[in-house]
């Protein structure tokens, strides 16, 4: 089931493309070519479809967490990380994008740029890195963070969710796409506004245009719902209010 979300991905920006081809440019490690393929017949993925934003990830015979921030009013950083991952094709080849969001500052607090859809190239390092970047620390039995991502296999790996629970999370899912509409629209940003736009040939530029996307996204974009600041603006103001308040 980890492969579902980006299969669907793949399906809506490749109507057509056959299910030989998008099984050869996943390359997944945990399926054969014609179970792959009987796998997306029976999800009805095997032909033009219309848009469906109805489900993204099934994860019939794995744990799913409960939706933790459903009617959650966000009022401050490192309340909920939110996430996602994506593909980006570049000269036939398919890599995979993995994105931290915090919920309430938008900005991008881990990442990963992988030619694998494995756990352990997508959602760990990138959570390994957001770990690093708010310098947090491991909790005995203390949970407060939530982390919120769909029902990707990633995200509810053993030594992902055995990370979270470390550093005093509450893993979260949800069951409709539009649950977790802030780590899928960073996606569309990402690949849409800055990746598109540059001349990449190979995987080493690719890492290298992520970098870049991300540190423009975090440090000069713009958010209306931030006041037009970005996210790494308001965070700045956030921490000196609340130093002054101190």
């Avoid at 900005?107 to 708010?134: D, F, H, Q, W």
């Avoid at 550093?167 to 409709?176: A, D, L, P, Q």
């Avoid at 992520?210 to 970005?230: F, M, Q, T, W």
Wanted: proline share 2%; with cysteine.
């Amino acid at each position: 089931m980890q492969l579902l979300s980006i299969i669907q991905e793949i399906r809506n920006d490749h109507p057509t493309m056959g299910l030989r081809d998008i099984y050869h440019k996943i390359k997944p490690a945990c399926i054969g070519r014609d179970k792959f393929e009987a796998f997306c017949k029976e999800e009805n993925l095997g032909s033009k479809r219309k848009k469906n934003y109805i489900r993204t990830t099934d994860s019939r015979g794995f744990i799913r967490y409960e939706n933790h921030i459903k009617d959650l009013e966000l009022d401050h950083i490192d309340q909920v990380w939110v996430s996602d991952i994506s593909y980006y094709s570049l000269n036939g080849k398919f890599y995979y994008l993995c994105f931290i969001l915090d919920a309430y500052s938008r900005r991008i607090i881990g990442y990963c740029v992988s030619k694998r859809l494995l756990t352990e190239k997508t959602t760990l390092p990138a959570i390994k890195m957001a770990i690093k970047t708010r310098k947090r620390k491991k909790l005995k039995g203390q949970f407060g963070l939530i982390f919120h991502s769909d029902g990707g296999g990633q995200y509810h790996d053993h030594d992902f969710v055995k990370l979270t629970r470390e550093y005093g999370m509450i893993n979260s899912m949800c069951e409709y796409a539009w649950e977790n509409g802030k780590a899928e629209r960073i996606n569309g940003v990402i690949k849409n506004n800055y990746l598109k736009h540059r001349k990449m040939v190979n995987w080493e530029q690719l890492c290298k245009e992520v970098d870049r996307a991300v540190s423009l996204y975090n440090n000069e974009k713009p958010h209306i719902g931030l006041n037009r600041k970005s996210p790494v603006e308001f965070e700045n103001e956030l921490l000196y209010l609340m130093s002054k308040q101190s």
